[in-house]
């Protein structure tokens, strides 16, 4: 429940301080150009809101309803429908009465803020965190498989070369490039031997079905002794610091994981464990116990694999930012276009609120925060700006329009075109969310 807690507070409050901001990139320049602002509000307020003051013409409040946020502006066709206003003639303080290119800076304002969020805080990730990068050529002792991986035709242990023949120098792409952009073939050197292994078609929503929370891959590891706990069983068998664990039972475990999984099942029972020391293999003896544990520390993965890290600077840090912000709006825009093709069932992955709050940490964990929260701004800016009325790229497509035109879409039209992307909006948001509801009960 604590961590249920946890996770629910970083998503509450991200969420709240992307919807602020993002209704701020609004509001400004809607003040700049002397536009009246009559509302500014964190969350929805259908019949009531919890918390409302007014400043200087404009309520400030928090609604009920935490499925986004807005601001009203006056003359403007949006979330409040209020039909009556526009009915009255148009009034210099009203958004109707602004020249077009002022609307549209006015409606990519969020959209803006968000992108430019992003940027600053991957910046100051960088900046605080510095930047780690694992080179693919220094997985030397291969990748570690989840069972999907192992269903796909992959092992423990496998170097993978390249994906449709193109090399990919940073280990952290391979998973995404394997996943979400299409890949058809795999080539890997296994125990020396390439192997090419086939992708097929669906296997995202393969994965998706399986309901991994242990990812795609990983890096493997093997186990060496480092140290002993107080007790040790397999110290007292004669296990040494040094010796590389390889066999239980019998069994071939060469990676830490492997002892990890198997050792639960075997709490109070004579196990045998293979090591090497220098050329040897030794074989030990022991009763694991109830505690079941062997009491061996292992040697970390960053001493056993090099890491490239890299500190920046304060202004070297918003150029890197940048970059890092422009490739996961990429990443998320292959993932949107899996999405829109019913071939590779990704839409079965489509989750709402449920899944974004899954995906904080359940201690409270700063670097993770303001990750998420800055692919949370991208994910803001980039729905936002879909050419779907309702949505500020609506306003923007029908205000792209009118610039080149020079014909204004009638009041009644814009009515109409609201509630068409309300009803796209509803929809979307039912799916999402009941794709969430679903799993809690499978």
């Known amino acids: 429940m604590t961590e249920t807690l946890i996770k629910a507070a970083q998503f509450f409050l991200s969420l709240s301080f992307l919807i602020v901001l ?50 009203k502006i006056s003359g403007m066709i949006d979330e409040s429908m209020d039909t009556e206003q526009l009915s009255a003639e148009p009034q210099p303080w009203e958004f109707r009465s602004k020249p077009a290119w002022q609307r549209l800076i006015i409606m990519l304002g969020g959209v803006t803020v968000n992108l430019f969020l992003a940027m600053g805080i991957y910046a100051m990730i960088l900046f605080t965190w510095g930047g780690q990068v694992l080179k693919t050529e220094n997985v030397k002792y291969g990748i570690e498989c989840s069972e999907f991986a192992k269903e796909m035709g992959f092992q423990n242990g496998d170097k993978i070369l390249t994906v ?48 991994s929370e242990t990812g795609f891959i990983g890096v493997a590891f093997p186990y060496f002794a480092k140290d002993f706990e107080d007790g040790s069983v397999a110290e007292a068998a004669g296990v040494k610091v040094g010796d590389q664990l390889i066999a239980l039972n019998g069994e071939e475990a060469l990676y830490f994981t492997d002892y990890v999984k198997r050792l639960p099942s075997l709490i109070d029972q004579k196990v045998t464990l293979s090591v090497l020391r220098g050329l040897d293999t030794l074989n030990f003896n022991f009763i694991l116990g109830s505690s079941g544990k062997m009491g061996v520390y292992f040697v970390q993965p960053n001493e056993l694999i090099t890491y490239d890290k890299k500190e920046y600077g304060f202004f070297e840090s918003f150029p890197a930012g940048t970059a890092m912000a422009i490739d996961k709006l990429d990443s ?24 974004m709050g899954k995906q904080f940490k359940p201690v409270w964990d700063w670097y993770h925060f303001w990750n998420f929260t800055a692919f949370l701004s991208i994910v803001l800016a980039f729905m936002n700006i879909l050419p779907i009325p309702a949505l500020d790229g609506g306003h923007v497509m029908f205000l792209l329009w009118e610039l080149i035109t020079g014909k204004t879409p009638s009041d009644k039209f814009l009515e109409y075109a609201q509630m068409f992307g309300f009803i796209i909006l509803l929809s979307l948001l039912v799916l999402a969310n009941g794709n969430d509801i679903l799993n809690l009960f499978n």
């Open 22 to 71: 993002h209704e701020l990139g609004h509001f400004i320049p809607a003040k700049l150009f002397k536009t009246r602002v009559e509302k500014f509000y964190l969350f929805f307020d259908p019949y009531f809101s919890l918390f409302k003051k007014k400043i200087g013409g404009t309520e400030y409040g928090i609604g009920w309803l935490p499925l986004g946020g807005y601001v």
């Open 164 to 211: 449709d023949g193109v090399y990919f120098e940073n280990f952290a792409d391979l998973p995404e490039a394997i996943l979400i952009s299409g890949a058809e073939n795999v080539l890997v050197e296994r125990r020396g031997v390439k192997t090419n292994i086939a992708i097929p078609k669906d296997i995202v929503a393969q994965f998706i079905e399986t309901k």
């Open 332 to 355: 998320y825009v292959q993932q949107f276009k899996l999405i829109l093709n019913p071939e590779t069932g990704a839409w079965k992955g489509l989750g709402g609120f449920i899944t």
